[in-house]
């Protein structure tokens, strides 16, 4: 099958596999933190290891830096003007979330996974391999997400199916996402590209510091708290040893 196609179902299956959980059965709290902190180290060890260098190879360090305070100041925005809730405020969820609460959070995700999808088409100018990792990272990240739509959505209507449409059409966005930013780096100048590669590892490195690492590791009372640190780590090796292959 075409690398092209594997990216594209690896980028919608975070929201399809969380929504599906979300209306089965919730998995463990260890579990979940432990996935957030691998996609953590993924997105992190991208970030500095490919995105930057490839970043500053196309342009300059000016380009660079540049595009990674926009990366991040853009990610920042969304996540105060969409009305978006962060994976771990439902982890403890048991059900008890209004309909209401529930719409609000798919409209924040929609507009979270836009990005997303234009971070994964950013891959694609490292070359393919990169963009599935990037891929993998940002599903990873998104299965939390498809757990908190689709699970308040099923207790406020005891509809599984729907539930599970209704969240997993966050996924459309990702998909949006990646065929805009593969159109638009046809046209670009070098430069541009090279801010755009370094506003994907700022949105990653934003995502992953705001998000992903304090949410999984800030769980001191657990006997096994420090078991998402070496799941970070084990994220980072992944993307070690991958590119190495």
């Not at 490839?54 to 990610?75: D, K, L």
């Not at 009372?221 to 190495?244: E, R």
């Amino acid at each position: 099958m075409d690398m092209l196609i594997w990216i594209l179902i690896v980028s919608v299956m975070g929201p399809v596999i969380g929504s599906l959980i979300g209306v089965i059965k919730k998995p463990s709290e260890r579990f979940m933190l432990d996935m957030l902190a691998f996609a953590a180290g993924v997105m992190l060890a991208i970030s500095f290891l490919e995105l930057i260098p490839q970043s500053i190879e196309i342009g300059t360090i000016w380009s660079c830096a540049i595009g990674i305070i926009v990366g991040s100041i853009v990610m920042y925005a969304v996540d105060k003007t969409a009305p978006h809730i962060h994976p771990g405020m439902c982890l403890n969820e048991q059900g008890s979330k209004l309909k209401k609460t529930a719409t609000y959070l798919l409209i924040g995700i929609f507009i979270h996974n836009l990005p997303e999808g234009m971070a994964i088409a950013t891959g694609t100018i490292s070359g393919m391999d990169s963009a599935l990792v990037v891929a993998l990272a940002i599903a990873i990240h998104n299965i939390p997400e498809g757990i908190c739509t689709s699970a308040p959505f099923y207790f406020c209507s005891k509809k599984r199916l729907k539930s599970f449409l209704v969240s997993a059409s966050t996924a459309i966005p990702i998909l949006v996402g990646f065929f805009i930013g593969k159109a638009l780096y046809t046209v670009l100048s070098p430069i541009i590209i090279s801010g755009v590669v370094a506003a994907t590892a700022g949105v990653m490195i934003y995502i992953s510091g705001d998000e992903l690492i304090p949410t999984s590791c800030n769980k001191s009372d657990k006997p096994w708290s420090h078991s998402t640190i070496f799941s970070l780590i084990a994220g980072v090796l992944f993307v070690v040893v991958l590119g190495s292959l």
